[in-house]
T-cell receptor, first 115, second 114 residues
């Protein structure tokens, strides 16, 4: 079974600085998708960014970018110019290709942004 | 367009009671699913459905029952609540096609079983 590991239970960053959240995963599949979700105190799960495993180019969404290392099974999230509104739990998630919609989540990283 | 609507937002039950968490979506999504979120555990899949009349088990299905009589609704039933089912429950939906479809989540339902 696939597993997703987030080794940093908590992280903190100064406002306007850059922070990187780590995620590793285990799978024997060659085609899959990876996601980062944000969960603010409101509990709403919000998609931050997604990556297709067959694409070598790292995904970017404004201040959010990923470092996808397929051979190392690593999928880290970089947040640039951190803002107070970025404070939240961040979850890394894996999904097989082939039409399966089942997500496997990591345990999350709590990000604190200090003013 | 309301997206994914979950009710109730909060519920307290006594051990052995039954209840149904409601989930409705107005986006004509084929795929719907239920996750539970426990402290330090991330989200885990309980049950899912790829269309009306079709359901299947996820990672942690025991103690829960689902049915999918319409495309819009996917209720989660607890037949005899146990304290171990204290959790936050999320319903999610997406279009059922291969590719990078993104799950749309509801706002969650916090359940406490005493």
């Amino acid at each position: 079974a696939q597993t997703v590991t987030q080794s940093q239970p908590e992280m903190s960053v100064q406002e306007a600085e850059t922070v990187t959240l780590s995620c590793t995963y285990d799978t024997s599949e060659s085609d899959y998708y990876l996601f980062w979700y944000k969960q603010p105190p409101s509990r709403q799960m919000i998609l931050v960014i997604r990556q297709e495993a067959y694409k070598q180019q790292n995904a970017t969404e404004n201040r959010f970018s990923v470092n996808f290392q397929k051979a190392a099974k690593s999928f880290s999230l970089k947040i640039s110019d951190s803002q107070l509104g970025d404070a939240a739990m961040y979850f890394c998630a894996y999904r097989e290709a082939g039409g399966s919609e089942k997500l496997v989540f990591g345990k999350g990283t709590k990000l604190t942004v200090n003013p | 367009n309301a997206g994914v609507t979950q009710t109730p937002k909060f519920q307290v039950l006594k051990t052995g009671q039954s209840m149904t968490l409601q989930c409705a979506q107005d986006m004509n999504h084929e795929y719907m699913s239920w996750y539970r979120q426990d402290p330090g555990m991330g989200l885990r899949l309980i049950h899912y459905s790829v269309g009306a009349g079709i359901t299947d088990q996820g990672e942690v299905p025991n103690g829960y029952n689902v049915s999918r009589s319409t495309t819009e609704d996917f209720p989660l039933r607890l037949l005899s609540a146990a304290p171990s089912q204290t959790s936050v429950y999320f319903c999610a939906s997406s279009l059922w096609t291969a590719g990078t479809n993104v799950l749309t989540f509801g706002a969650g339902s916090r359940l406490t079983v005493l």
